[in-house]
């Protein structure tokens, strides 16, 4: 079990019921990749080749990004772009292990966040258990919200 109490039966659940899922192993909170880092350091490696003493680096500037140039054609074709994000706040289990009331708190920070965004990044979140039909429907037909199903 990990620190905020998410067995290691739970984090394997998902490949356990989907054998054809590639990896079967979803860590429960930060801290379950030392509790359990014989086998998610060999993962990591094995599908990421990201090697245990090696260092990931963050940086969020976008403007370092090292992007391919486009054309003003290429750009042209761009309707919409997503960006999934995958993990939590330090103190919150992940995915495996989020309990419905953190999940509650962590929408509630990442909402109060969002509001401070300036400048490029600055924009609405649109929360799926609150949105309008018009926010819902306009945002499908921009292609930033799948249909239902």
Do not use: W
Not at 9 to 32: F, K, R
Not at 120 to 133: I, T, V
């Amino acid at each position: 079990m990990d620190k905020h109490g998410v067995p290691f039966e739970q984090m394997i659940l998902s490949g356990a019921q989907n054998v054809d899922s590639g990896i079967g192993i979803y860590a429960g909170s930060h801290d379950a990749y030392y509790t359990f880092s014989d086998i998610f350091d060999r993962v990591i490696e094995d599908y990421h080749k990201h090697p245990k003493q090696a260092k990931h680096i963050s940086n969020m500037d976008y403007t370092q990004l090292k992007c391919p140039p486009l054309s003003a054609e290429d750009a042209s074709m761009i309707i919409s772009t997503r960006i999934r994000v995958g993990r939590n706040f330090a103190d919150f289990p992940l995915g495996p292990g989020i309990s419905d009331q953190q999940r509650k708190q962590a929408f509630e920070y990442a909402l109060r966040a969002t509001k401070e965004f300036k400048g490029e990044l600055a924009g609405k979140m649109y929360p799926l258990d609150s949105m309008s039909e018009v926010d819902r429907r306009k945002l499908i037909d921009d292609h930033f919200l799948f249909k239902e199903g």
